[in-house]
């Protein structure tokens, strides 16, 4: 993985890590055995030599810089960079392997170091595809259906679109008016809203059934029917917010949301209710994001002052720990200073809040819980091995692992849980 220091010599580098500096991991020289890297101070081909070359450039601008050198391969450029630097670290995932852990961890420390996240971050998968979009936005309506709410609503709300927009897109495709997202990083592109949309166009003119579990096995929540739902979006609905002129202005929206006249709202970062009218929304969804919220209180407190009356909330959550540890609920075996360090400056990460959290914060923010379909999943540990914070989960909460749930805006006070 890394180099550092002025220190350093060139050539063939360590693997290992041998401690932890401000800028990150230190790793130290060493020879590499074969590694498949592109070049390599071993074989001084043309590749190599100009490859050194680039190098020998970049390092005019290092003086007494604090030096990271991302996908260092064997390291042997960032000996060159430390030369002159104050300090030079090389990482190369690589060396890693498939060590998800190790590679939260290491991502974490790295955006300690101001700049770094942008750099780094690679999207956020789902919302990049437009069948994904499909499936999640039919399946939250086909369990608004089976749970009696409405099927029909006017305006969305979104929480943590993520890649797209695409779930919001299918909403207006198959006839919402108005949708507001929402998220704390601006990952969606018009590119790709772009290119979603037309998938997604082409999807409702097909009436293609919805994508299931074969090809999403990781997407809550699973139907009992996947066939396209014709009773929800039946012909007269479907035909008429598939117009062309319809089209037109949800492609116009995708194209400029400041537009006056747009449809579309993406607002990024939000972190105030304010951000919304009160009492203006039908719906309100997300997909994978409420574990990631920090302020979970505020963001359920802020869903129930958007919604109008009898609107409703819909929510996958996902519990398990994203690659942060090797048991699906081993990030509760972590202390909050270990957390701190695998979080670095990310702007998300997780919240590590159990089931009950939400479920509890759902009712006493006014929410009536009319749908809760958890899955469970075996634990490896007992509630007496997790961290201290963690001591006091429910046997119910070890083994929960995700869960869709659907709520409406209770207006009975009295039935607000205390
Ligand atoms: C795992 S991604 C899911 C993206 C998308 N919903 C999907 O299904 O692919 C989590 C998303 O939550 C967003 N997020 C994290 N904290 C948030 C917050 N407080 N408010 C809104 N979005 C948030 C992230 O930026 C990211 O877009």
Redo the contacts with the bound molecule.
């Keep these: 993985m890394t180099e550092t220091g002025s220190s350093a010599s060139g050539g063939r580098l360590a693997h290992r890590a041998s401690g932890l500096a401000t800028s990150g991991f230190i790793l130290q020289g060493r020879a590499l055995g074969p590694d498949c890297e592109r070049v390599h101070p071993d074989f001084e081909d043309a590749n190599f030599i100009n490859h050194r070359k680039a190098y020998q450039f970049i390092s005019q601008w290092v003086a007494d810089k604090v030096v990271l050198d991302m996908e260092c391969g064997t390291g042997y450029g960032t000996a060159i960079l430390a030369e002159l630097a104050k300090h030079a670290t090389g990482i190369d995932y690589s060396d890693i392997g498939e060590n998800m852990k190790l590679k939260q961890l290491i991502f974490g420390m790295v955006t300690f170091a101001p700049g770094m996240y942008p750099l780094l971050a690679k999207g956020?998968?789902?919302?990049d595809s437009a069948r994904?979009c499909y499936s999640?936005w039919l399946r939250h309506l086909v369990m608004a259906q089976k749970n009696g709410l409405n099927t029909h609503p006017k305006t969305v709300a979104?929480?943590?679109?993520?890649?797209s927009i695409g779930?919001g897109l299918a909403a207006l495709i198959s006839g919402c008016d108005e949708y507001f997202a929402?998220?704390?990083?601006k990952?969606a592109d018009i590119g790709r809203n772009l290119a979603i949309f037309e998938e997604l166009v082409t999807l409702f003119k097909n009436r293609t059934p919805i994508p299931d579990h074969n090809e999403w096995p990781e997407v809550d929540p699973r139907l009992e029917d996947y066939r396209f739902p014709a009773k929800i979006l039946d012909d007269v609905r479907l035909n008429t917010a598939l117009e062309s002129s319809r089209i037109d202005e949800i492609r116009n929206s995708v194209r400029d949301f400041q537009r006056k006249d747009s449809i579309i709202s993406y607002e990024v970062?939000?972190?105030e209710a304010n951000v919304l009218k009160k009492e203006s929304i039908d719906m309100i969804y997300?997909?994978?994001?409420l574990e990631?919220?920090?302020?979970l209180r505020n963001?359920y407190a802020a869903m129930y002052s958007w919604l109008k009356p009898a609107g409703y909330i819909s929510h996958a959550i996902d519990f398990k720990c994203?690659g942060t540890a090797d048991e699906w609920n081993g990030h509760w075996l972590y202390s909050d200073f270990f957390w701190k360090l695998m979080r670095g400056k990310r702007?998300?990460l997780l919240n590590r809040e159990p089931y009950s959290t939400h479920i509890r914060l759902m009712k006493s923010e006014g929410f009536r819980v009319i749908c809760d379909n958890k899955t469970t999943s075996e634990s490896k540990y007992t509630v007496d091995q997790l961290a201290s914070r963690f001591k006091c989960i429910s046997e119910e909460d070890l083994v929960t692992s995700r869960t869709f749930v659907q709520g409406v805006k209770n207006f009975s006070t009295t039935e607000r849980a205390a």
């Design positions: 956020t998968g789902g919302t994904y999640v979104e929480i943590g679109p993520g890649d779930i929402f998220d704390v990083v990952h970062p939000w972190y997300s997909q994978a994001v990631h919220v920090d302020d963001t994203h702007p998300y």
